[in-house]
């Protein structure tokens, strides 16, 4: 088993800084299926996949996508997590969809991890008020110039190597 | 989160959507939480309870939360009345096993 696959196992016990690093891992080691992904929800406005034990449901109206999640087999999807406005050149949409399928992603599978328990009652939801692609995130919502600042000042990052050496 | 709907008639049930924020070491996170629906309790009918909203926190380390809801209230009278509420500073709490 891979070290991404063992992640894909803990749910809720990954910390928060383990989370950009499965983000950056899969924009890695998935960013052809992204853009191929990608391609398909612009021509089709709606696509939905598998990750972990989790259901992503990708929707786009007007200029903005959204995705809603659930478990596997659950009956219900959550409300729109997060939306993002895509804009209108086409390249710019695409990598745009690119990041926000790996942060709906990594939020779905420390949501729902593979081997979870179905018979307990689901409790919600949990994600980061500010995405990685969000220069926000890095200033702690502080705008995205000290965002930027930050994430140039962010260090090595040891999980990601390990992740792409497993 | 405890959530308590509390009307000044009888009611059948609260139906309400929450959400709990959470600001640990500067990461800002949320947990929302699906609809969720309880009946008024039997010795209160005036009065409807949520006691299992939680969101997992990291042992040991101190964070600070704010929880908000909103929702419908079904009164017997076959009334449905909005209603929404809202803690109203952020509390802090330590993330830490309990047992009563």
Redesign the interface.
């Given at each position: 088993m891979s070290l991404f696959e063992q992640y894909l196992t803990y749910g809720?016990h990954i910390?928060?800084e383990e989370k950009i690093s499965l983000y950056r891992y899969l924009l890695i080691s998935q960013a052809k299926r992204y853009k191929d992904d990608a391609i398909q929800l612009l021509n089709e406005k709606k696509l939905i996949r598998l990750i972990a034990n989790g259901e992503i449901n990708y929707l786009i109206k007007s200029r903005k996508v959204s995705y809603t999640p659930r478990k596997i087999g659950s009956l219900?999807f959550?409300?729109n997590?997060r939306e993002l406005d895509l804009g209108v050149f086409k390249r710019r949409k695409i990598s745009k969809l690119v990041r926000f399928f790996a942060q709906a992603e990594v939020d779905v599978l420390s949501n729902y991890p593979i081997g979870s328990d179905t018979s307990l009652p689901?409790?919600?939801?949990?994600?980061?008020?500010?995405p990685y692609y969000d220069l926000n995130y890095y200033s702690?919502?502080k705008g995205k110039i000290i965002g930027l600042f930050k994430m140039l000042q962010s260090k090595d990052d040891e999980l990601l190597k390990k992740l792409l050496a497993s | 989160m405890d959530i308590t709907s509390n009307c000044t008639q009888p009611q059948v049930f609260t139906e309400v959507t929450a959400q709990i924020e959470q600001v640990a070491d500067g990461d800002v996170s949320v947990h929302v939480f699906q609809v969720a629906r309880q009946g008024a309790i039997p010795s209160d009918p005036l009065v409807a309870e949520f006691k299992n909203l939680w969101m997992p926190c990291r042992k040991g380390k101190i964070a600070t939360f704010i929880g908000t809801a909103h929702g419908y209230v079904h009164l017997k009278s076959g009334k449905v009345l909005p209603v929404s509420g809202a803690s109203k500073k952020y509390h802090p709490e330590p993330c830490r096993i309990t047992a009563d």
């Open positions: 809720n910390y928060q219900a959550n409300d997590i689901e409790n919600g939801f949990g994600y980061l008020a500010y702690r919502g | -």
